[in-house]
Every structure is written in structure tokens, then in C-alpha cells.
């Protein structure tokens, strides 16, 4: 059985969701950030960075980072049809838009939220995060340039990389905004959301 490091609204979400998808066994083990549960010894044997998510495969090995996880759960149950055939176009934009999201708006996200691990120089921060602000907008503008008629990325194909898109757009600073500004990326994120494999699971990370 799989085991997944957890904790609410985290990049565990997008790895769950998958994990849903796929309707695979799997043990929900809930860590604490707001007490530090992450730091502790037992963890860190786990992911020495203190971070989750964090899966064991069933064979005791270990994977962390959202986009590894998604793309080695999608390519072990290959029945669940999470990824295109190897070596087409399909998949390509998968792999493209997936590390885009996982780099790009990812560091946009760290630098707003985390942006005292960007400079010893509080004086600075407030730069920082109008610069990354910045940065963001333009990342999903053009995100929202690639989409087609959708309803997900490879157009009626649903995909790990919607899974993530629908995550990462939970971390801006106002969702509701980005959506409204970005009407193809609400799009997408609503067809998501109304899988029932997410929404078994929305309560858990987003409780009322």
C-alpha cells in the first residue's frame, strides 16, 4: 500500500487527487506544519528537506516533489490513462506544461509566500514580492495564450498536469481573481473540481 505524506491545501493535493484517479489503495499519513511536525526526526528520515508531500511505494521507496510523484503514479498504473502514449506530441505538452507550472508559477508562489528564503534583507522583501507578482501574471497569461478549446489541457483528455494546474492556482494570493481574469484556466479548473475523484477528497484540504 502506498503511503502519502499529508498535510491540508499542500502539494499533497494534486498527488491525491491522482491517487483517487487511479482508485488505488493508499494510507493517508498527516504531518502538522503549524507544530513543526515536519522537522521532526521520523520525517526527516523520510525527506531529509522537510517537506511534503512525501510517497513510500510500496516497496519502501520514497519519492517527493508534486511533479515526480504525479508522473511515476500515472506511468505504474498505466490503466488509469492519466498520461499519453509515450513519445507523442500529447505527452510532450504534458512533460512541458507540467515542469512550467512546477518551476515557473512554483517560484513565483515561493517568493510571495517564502520570501524571507530569498535575501538576508528584510528591507527587500516588499521588491520581492511585487516582483514576483509580477512575474506570475505574465506566466499564466501565457498559460491562458496556449489553451485551446479545452475543457482540459490536451482538450477532452484530463491529464496529471490539470491535477496540478487546479493545485497550484489554489496558492495565489486571490484564485477567484486569477480566475476571473483568466477565463480558459477557470475553465479547466472547474471540469477538475468537478471530478468525482476530487471532489471525494476537496473537504479534507479546503474545510469549511
Known amino acids: 500500500m502506498y503511503q502519502l505524506y499529508w498535510f491540508e491545501n499542500s502539494g499533497a493535493l494534486a498527488p491525491q487527487i491522482v491517487l483517487e484517479e487511479i482508485g488505488v489503495k493508499y494510507e493517508k499519513v498527516s504531518l502538522d506544519l503549524d507544530q513543526d511536525e515536519q522537522k521532526q526526526p521520523s520525517f526527516l528520515t523520510i525527506n531529509p528537506r522537510a517537506q511534503v508531500p512525501a510517497l513510500v511505494l510500496k516497496d519502501g521507496c520514497v519519492i517527493t516533489e508534486s511533479a515526480a510523484i504525479l508522473l ?6 498505466p490503466g488509469a490513462n492519466l498520461l499519453p502514449p509515450l513519445g507523442s506530441q500529447e505527452r510532450a ?3 512541458r506544461w507540467l515542469f512550467y507550472a512546477a518551476t515557473n508559477i512554483w517560484d513565483c508562489v515561493s517568493r510571495v509566500f517564502y520570501t524571507e ?12 514580492r511585487a516582483a514576483a507578482r509580477q512575474s506570475m501574471d505574465q506566466a499564466w497569461a501565457l498559460f491562458e495564450e ?5 475543457p482540459y489541457l490536451l482538450g477532452a483528455t484530463y491529464s496529471v498536469v490539470d491535477a496540478y494546474l487546479l493545485m497550484i492556482t489554489n496558492w495565489h494570493e486571490n484564485p477567484q481573481a486569477l480566475y476571473a ?3 480558459k484556466l477557470a475553465r479547466l479548473c472547474d471540469a477538475v473540481r468537478a471530478r468525482p475523484a476530487v471532489k471525494g477528497i476537496w473537504a479534507q484540504h479546503f474545510p469549511d
Open 72 to 77: 511515476h503514479l500515472a506511468e505504474a498504473h
Open 93 to 95: 505538452q504534458v512533460y
Open 117 to 128: 528564503s530569498f535575501t538576508t534583507d528584510p528591507s527587500q522583501h516588499q521588491q520581492i
Open 146 to 150: 496556449e489553451l485551446q478549446e479545452g
Open 181 to 183: 481574469s483568466l477565463p
